[in-house]
């Protein structure tokens, strides 16, 4: 596969309980972005990675919220103590690392709380 | 910090028919500004992208884009709507003031009616 790749499609969990969100992205892209998009909306940033390092992670939320990208592909988005509000659509979407360089998004992750 | 506008939730065209769906956005560096369509339950799909020089650019499907500065629009265009063409569609900008952050207009659903 080509393209980047979200797992799993769809997590339904209850309230308080901790998730995680994977993302594989394009092989040679160092950039890779988290967005979340609620129903009816366009895609929210959360963070940004440049490498290992996140480079801008002003979108997320609140401290529940963590992502990691250890060697510098495979991302994780990690909640924790989930709460009813954060049920979305996770977007991941690696790049290049040019300004002019596009998106490419998964398929997304579907978080359901219950 | 830059922010996208598009005034339309939902634009209606007959198959066959030119369609536009409207863009503007405001930045405080050189914009960088890009088209994405999604189809239901997938991600975003790039489809155009303005960067430098002619003002009229061309995408995928038969797509095309028309940026004006004056305006701050970047308004998407396409000859001859197709039933299939029927999605949501997102702008995005990217300032170069700001680094490598993508911020996405809510969206506009195009319905192309038989």
């Known amino acids: 596969g080509a393209g980047v790749s979200q797992t799993p499609s769809n997590k339904v969990t209850e309230k308080g309980k901790y998730v995680e969100l994977r993302c594989d992205p394009i092989?040679?892209?160092?950039?890779l972005y988290w967005y979340r998009q609620s129903l009816g909306q366009g895609p929210e940033f959360l963070i940004y990675f440049q490498g290992t390092g996140a480079a801008d992670d002003s979108g997320l939320p609140n401290d529940r919220f963590f992502a990691v990208r250890p060697e510098g592909s495979v991302s994780t988005l990690k909640i924790q103590r989930t709460e009813r509000g954060d049920s979305a659509v996770y977007l991941c979407?690696?790049?290049?690392?040019?300004?002019?360089?596009?998106?490419?998004f998964g398929n997304g992750t579907r978080l359901t709380v219950t | 910090a830059q922010s996208v506008a598009q005034p339309e939730d939902q634009v209606n065209v007959a198959e066959g028919n030119p369609l536009t769906v409207k863009c503007t956005y405001s930045?405080?560096?050189?914009?960088?500004l890009f088209w994405y369509v999604q189809y239901p339950n997938r991600g975003l799909q790039f489809l155009l992208k303005?960067?430098?020089?002619?003002?009229l650019v061309k995408g995928s499907y038969g797509f095309e884009a028309e940026f004006n500065k004056s305006q701050t629009s970047f308004h998407l265009k396409k000859p001859s709507a197709l039933v299939s063409d029927s999605a949501l569609y997102f702008c995005?900008?990217?300032?170069?003031?700001?680094?490598?952050?993508?911020?996405f207009g809510p969206g506009t659903r195009l319905s192309v009616l038989p």
């Open positions: 930045v405080s560096g050189n914009p960088y």
């Open positions: 303005y960067i430098t020089g002619d003002n």
């Open positions: 979407a690696s790049s290049l690392s040019f300004i002019d360089s596009p998106l490419h």
């Open positions: 995005a900008v990217r300032d170069d003031n700001y680094g490598q952050n993508f911020v």
């Open positions: 092989s040679g892209h160092t950039a």
